[in-house]
Nanobody, 122 residues
Framework: QVQLVESGGGLVQAGGSLRLSCAAS????????MGWFRQAPGKEREFVAA????????YYADSVKGRFTISRDNAKNTVYLQMNSLKPEDTAVYYC???????????????WGQGTQVTVSS
């Protein structure tokens, strides 16, 4: 089992920045690929970014490429999502997820956090 707790969400103006954190506990964090997903009201959960267990490979949705950066610190059992140049359309609940296999499909992740709200005002 892996337990995930997100933090760092909040209200920010368009063009601003936020950094989300996801703290993991349980089984060996460094053996898991990590992903960030988001879900806006009335929409399906969508892929945002993912990072391999070593941090050597990262993937991004086209909508956030160049603005968001995913990173991890295995010594701290934490994965981060740095979000810059935020837009109102980035407003959503953001979730982190863990799985032994790296991917971008929500169904491919076994463990999920409870989510943190990000609201970007125009």
């Amino acid at each position: 089992q892996v337990q995930l707790v997100e933090s760092g969400g909040g209200l920010v103006q368009a063009g601003g920045s936020l950094r989300l954190s996801c703290a993991a506990s349980g089984r060996t964090f460094s053996s898991y690929a990590m992903g960030w997903f988001r879900q806006a009201p009335g929409k399906e959960r969508e892929f945002v970014a993912a990072i391999s267990w070593s941090g050597g490979s990262t993937y991004y949705a086209d909508s956030v490429k160049g603005r968001f950066t995913i990173s991890r610190d295995n010594a701290k059992n934490t994965v981060y999502l740095q979000m810059n140049s935020l837009k109102p359309e980035d407003t959503a609940v953001y979730y982190c997820a863990a799985d032994p296999n790296l991917g971008w499909a929500p169904g491919g992740y076994d463990y999920w956090g409870q989510g943190t709200q990000v609201t970007v005002s125009s």
